[in-house]
């Protein structure tokens, strides 16, 4: 299965449809991640989505035949978690991926943390570490990779609206 990140021609917003929940994770007490599938320029890709609390129920009570017990799992769950992160999975023959019919999202790419570190730090301060690192070799240093890798979106995206789709 590929990332859906890899798949985009752009970074720009974007919507997706054919969802399949596969897994919720609570990630804290606010926050909440979804892994799902989606079928995308024909194949399947798999992707994460971060929401919080209230976006989740709107997501779950899209989920057609499946959405009252998805319900029930989620406020079970949270009644009984103690440790963060807390998992849900979906994708077995007794729990299979739940589908989000006639469900479009609008999501849009997230990124990396920037790195903030002041430039004027001193030659061999303790943040330097590239003197250390065996992978570079006579001065040569990875940067031009870490840099790609660095500014590079993530597989994770954030939702930003959820439409239905009405058929005629």
């Given at each position: ?47 994460h989505l971060g929401l919080q609390f209230p976006s989740l129920d709107l997501l779950l009570r ?10 029930e799992d989620v406020a079970d769950a949270l009644a009984t978690v103690t440790e963060w992160p ?83």
């Open positions: 299965m590929k990332r859906l990140i890899d798949a985009l021609a752009d970074d720009a917003d974007f919507f997706i449809e054919q969802v399949q929940i596969t897994a919720i994770v609570f990630d804290n007490t606010d926050d909440v991640t979804v892994w799902a599938t989606t079928f995308f320029d024909e194949s399947q890709h798999f992707f899209l989920a057609g035949p499946r959405a009252e017990a998805l319900q807390c998992l849900l999975e979906y994708t077995t023959a007794k729990k299979p991926p739940v589908p989000l019919p006639g469900v479009a999202m609008k999501v849009s790419c997230t990124y990396p943390a920037e790195d903030f570190e002041d430039d004027d730090d001193e030659e061999g301060s303790p943040e330097d570490l590239s003197e250390l690192d065996p992978g570079t070799e006579d001065g040569e240093d990875d940067d031009d990779e870490e840099d790609c890798e660095a500014s590079a979106p993530h597989n994770i995206f954030y939702l930003e609206g959820v439409f239905l789709r009405i058929e005629p």
